[in-house]
């Protein structure tokens, strides 16, 4: 198994997250959030980061820059068991990032709207998102990925289960299901 110490959360279907963050409460999760996301863990009275504390940047653009930063992907992407991985991270205050619970900008909804403007459109293809997912995948080894909300009751037993860790073979299906959810997302773009 491999614990989780630290989550990366930035949603829009916000349903079911309450009862997420309690359990990620319980064995002292540290909360990292974006917009939207981090107002509502901390409505929901949970203590969450910003990510422009992760990244030593502001979100600029109107929110179409925040996540793509090294101190976002490499708290995914480095191997905790190789040395020259950690060593790198140590020098670059790379703090690992074990859980992403993401969802993407909501473009098939959007695109579904009768009077959904070009502008609109535009704005919900998710950038960020899919390099996140990816980058978590990747590294599934390490790291769990949730990309509904449909998977937060199977992901919450698991980490009861095993006081606040996961197992190899559920971060591989998380990962699987988190490539072919891209892929659909790409495809309907």
Known sequence: TFPITRALISVSD???LESLLAVLAKFNVEIISTGGTEVFIRNAGYKVKNISELTGFPEIMDGR??????????AFLFKRDVEEHRK??????????DLLVLNLYPFEAT???????????IENIDIGGPAMLRSAG???E??????SPTQYASFIEELVTHNGATTHEMRLRLASEAFAHVAHYDMII
Do not use: R
């Open 65 to 74: 820059v925040k996540t793509l930063h090294p101190s976002v992907h490499g």
């Open 142 to 147: 390490s790291v769990a990925l949730l990309t």
């Open 14 to 16: 916000k349903s079911g």
């Open 88 to 97: 790198e991270a140590d020098e670059n205050n790379i703090v690992p990032i």
């Open 111 to 121: 695109i579904a709207k009768e009077y959904a403007s070009h502008e609109e459109i």
């Open 138 to 140: 990747k590294n599934y």
